[in-house]
């Protein structure tokens, strides 16, 4: 089955940016999506198809994916951004891939 | 904005079936379109899909869960459910019910935590 690798944690200072990468063969080559979950509540999505963001998610969030790594950029962070996030990938086979998440930790 | 509620039992015990409703409102399930989805996160972990239903009730599973999983569809109460047989302490979980959509889920119920224990 299709594996993707996050980095466990990043931490970013207020006001810095963010990079959280999602590592996976030939992950251009498919769609990727990112949510973000706060403690105790349920994921948002916040970037779907690479790089749009769903209506009510703040422009600070953007997205890429080229080659083997997608990466979820979040600009001018603030504190209500930590959280974990999670990319999900859907693998041409009918499945439907989470990544094991990163902590994002504002500092 | 489509609204999503899971309920069902919160305490199984081992080698019993887990079985949880998700209630859709603010959207209609025969409408077509999405598809309707489980995923469920165990204590401190990541996100782990068990299965979507389309309104035309094909199913996907999960592979490592699948021999295991039922998912269906009920319009006329507007709610689709799943089935989770010969459960151990390793399906302790908190489980999601979400709507989605070309490749991801857009919205997602509140979560449910489920507890295996005898």
């Known amino acids: 089955s299709y594996v993707l690798i996050q980095p466990p944690s990043v931490s970013v200072a207020p006001g810095k940016t963010a990079r959280v990468t999602c590592g996976g063969d030939s992950i251009g080559s498919l769609t990727v999506h990112w949510y973000q979950q706060k403690p105790g509540q349920a994921p948002v999505l916040v970037i779907s198809?690479?790089?749009d963001r769903p209506s009510g998610i703040p422009e600070r969030f953007s997205g890429s994916n080229s080659g083997n790594t997608a990466a979820l950029t979040i600009s001018r962070v603030e504190a209500g951004d930590e959280a974990d996030y999670y990319c999900?990938?859907?693998?041409?086979?009918?499945?439907?891939?989470f990544g094991p998440g990163t902590k994002v930790t504002v500092l | 904005q489509v609204r999503l509620q899971e309920s069902g039992p919160r305490l199984v015990k081992p080698s019993q079936t887990l079985s949880l409703t998700c209630t859709v409102s603010r959207a209609f399930i025969s409408s077509g379109g999405y598809y309707w989805g489980w995923i469920r996160q165990h204590p401190g972990k990541g996100l782990e899909w068990i299965g979507n239903?389309?309104?035309?009730?094909?199913?996907f599973y999960n592979p490592s869960l699948k021999s295991r999983s039922t998912i269906s569809v009920d319009t006329s109460n507007n709610q689709f459910s799943l089935n989770l047989t010969s459960v151990t302490a390793a399906d302790t979980a908190l489980y999601f019910c979400?709507?989605?959509?070309?490749?991801?889920?857009?919205?997602w119920g509140q979560g449910t935590l489920v507890t295996v224990s005898s």
């Open positions: 239903i389309y309104v035309s009730e094909s199913t």
């Open positions: 198809f690479d790089k």
């Open positions: 999900q990938v859907w693998d041409g086979s009918g499945n439907y891939v």
């Open positions: 979400a709507r989605g959509r070309t490749g991801c889920f857009e919205s």
